[in-house]
C-alpha cells in the first residue's frame, strides 16, 4: 500500500512528469509583424463563404419581421389578460 510519503519520494502522484514552463509571450512588434498574414488567410476563408442571393435576404428578413410581429401580438394579449387578471384581484 502505497502512503503520501512515498508518493512524495517518487516524484508525486504524477506519473513523473514533469510540468513544462509556459513559453513567453510573443512581443507586440512580433504580433504586428503577422498582421497582414492574418488579415490575407482572412480573406482567404471569407471568399469561401456561399453568401446569400438578394431574394434569399429577403425572403429571411420578411420572415424574421413576421415572427416579431405575431410575438408583438402574443404578449400584447397575455399581457392584457394577465393585467385585468390582477386588476380583478386588487379590486
Partial sequence: MKTMADEKKS????????????????SLFARLMKAPQF????????????WPT???TRVTTIAVFV??????IFFAI???IISTLVKWVLG
Fill in 39 to 50: 488579415f490575407a488567410e482572412v480573406r482567404q476563408e471569407a471568399a469561401k463563404v456561399t
Fill in 11 to 26: 516524484g508525486g502522484g504524477a506519473g513523473g512528469k514533469a510540468v513544462e514552463p509556459v513559453p513567453p509571450r510573443p
Fill in 78 to 80: 397575455v399581457d392584457l
Fill in 67 to 72: 415572427m416579431i410581429f405575431m410575438a408583438v
Fill in 54 to 56: 438578394m431574394s434569399e
